[in-house]
């Protein structure tokens, strides 16, 4: 049987992700600790705390991969124009912003997705920290299993 204690260590688990907002890598520190030194006290938590890392660890796999397929498109954007043969350094070097071109509409597009993405990340922490406090269970959605 759960009692109070183990629901609210669950609860605290996936609620100190939010402390990347204070603290570097605070989402990842966190629930680290939390889970660490308290993963023998109960599955309950030990499980949550699995969850919580996992997430936590996938979503920032996804950021990396969603940031290394758009930071370029923007770069070839910015210098597609230049000359490498004929470099004169940044002498006649002008950005023409009234002309978009695809690849600008692909990175902008990868953007939108990764601002959409990170409001669904704070709704399923929050999804999971009441599941949590209810006892229940919850798997995140789209997770990697690092920690099994």
Do not use: C
């Not at 889970?35 to 920032?60: T, Y």
């Not at 902008?108 to 209810?134: H, N, P, T, Y």
């Amino acid at each position: 049987m759960l009692d109070n204690h183990h629901k609210n260590l669950a609860t605290f688990i996936h609620l100190s992700t939010f402390s990347r907002f204070i603290i570097p890598f605070g989402n990842f520190i966190g629930p680290v600790v939390l889970w660490a030194a308290n993963k023998d006290k109960s599955d309950f938590i030990d499980k949550h705390g699995k969850q919580a890392i996992n997430f936590q660890i996938s979503v920032l796999l996804y950021a990396i991969i969603i940031g290394t397929v758009s930071v370029p498109f923007f770069i070839f954007k910015l210098f597609g124009e230049m000359d490498v043969i004929n470099f004169n350094g940044f002498h006649d070097f002008h950005i023409n912003v009234g002309q978009p071109s695809p690849l600008l509409y692909i990175g902008g597009g990868l953007g939108a997705l990764a601002i959409i993405a990170f409001i669904i990340e704070l709704a399923l922490i929050v999804k999971a920290s009441l599941s949590a406090r209810d006892g229940l269970i919850y798997k995140y959605p789209f997770t990697i299993n690092f920690l099994k």
